[in-house]
């Protein structure tokens, strides 16, 4: 008869578990079912039991403390950025030269002044006063677009500029559920961050490459300088700013600063992607699975521990 071998786990000792791999993240799908459902919920409860007016305030309040970290100095970035890229690409440097002049000055004295009318992103009937994030970005947003219009462009070019185009347009029936109550709710700054995927990856199509050669040469050599020179830091907070800043080609820079940084021996690429977000410090992922970290750990912390080296 062959031996039967039975192995008696010891009474305390601890069960092995699997090594997670490092970096993975600890969410899952139920998770982000789960927090995208307390959202929704929460939100529907507020308003059947009077609560509207306070769920409205705490909802504007999460999305300014998302957009408490990089987004304003991103958007800035953005709209001077795209403002040059228009004039590169046109030949001339009317655009530019009608952001920095008073007229621009003015506008954005006026628009600040309409407040809740130029919030960026943030979907709530009832935003907060003061110099939020939301105003300001939605101030220079707005002054950027009229410049650009005085110029010479159409309304509907100047929004394509600094990523405003409605999703539908560029996605279809995707985008257009992607600008239903529900996503606005769940995820608030959509627009920006899918229209500049949507904009890069025209501008590596051959067609522009061959229309705008030194445009798209010019940035993806500065994306890879970059790139080296910021290999050894972990969350290179300024290649964010640098994709920003290169408006509509912020995607083939932030991919040539990941082949800079591969190239020079930098520490994985995961500190460039998470950095290059134009907008929001939060993933969609993580603004769905934990619903409450916008007040937990808000964007400006977060900013401050990656300029620090920290996660």
Known sequence: MPKVR????????????????????SSSLPGVLAGGAALIGGGYLAKKFG???????????????MLSGLAVPKSALGNVGATAIESAERGTMAPLRELFSMDTVRDIKNLYKQGGQVQAGVDAATNLPGPTPGRIMGTIDQ??????????????EAEKAVFQTPLGENYGKFGGAMDSPAARYLIPFRRTPFNQ????????????????????????????????????DRFPVSVGLGAAATAKYGLPYSLAAL?????????????????????????????????????????????????????
């Not at 609560?51 to 403390?65: H, T």
């Not at 501008?203 to 910021?230: C, D």
């Not at 699975?289 to 007040?295: K, Q, T, Y």
Request: proline residues 7%.
């Open 197 to 232: 995927l949507y904009e890069g990856l025209q501008t590596i199509k051959p067609a522009n490459a061959a229309a705008h050669p030194y445009v798209l040469g010019g940035t993806m050599a500065a994306g890879a300088l970059h790139g080296a020179a910021t290999a050894e």
């Open 259 to 311: 082949a800079g940084r591969t190239i020079a021996g930098g520490r994985g690429g995961g500190g460039v992607a998470a950095t290059a977000i134009p907008i929001s410090e939060y993933g969609i992922e993580s603004g769905i699975n934990d619903p409450l970290a916008p007040f937990t750990d808000p964007a400006a912390l977060k900013a401050l521990r990656r300029m620090s080296g920290g996660k």
């Open 143 to 156: 002054a950027t677009r009229n410049a650009m219009q005085r110029a010479g462009l159409t309304a509907k």
């Open 6 to 25: 039975i192995k008696i786990k010891q009474a305390g000792q601890p069960a092995t578990r699997a090594p997670q791999p490092q970096g993975e993240s």
């Open 51 to 65: 609560l509207g007016k306070i769920a409205d305030y705490a909802n504007s309040l999460r999305q300014q403390l």
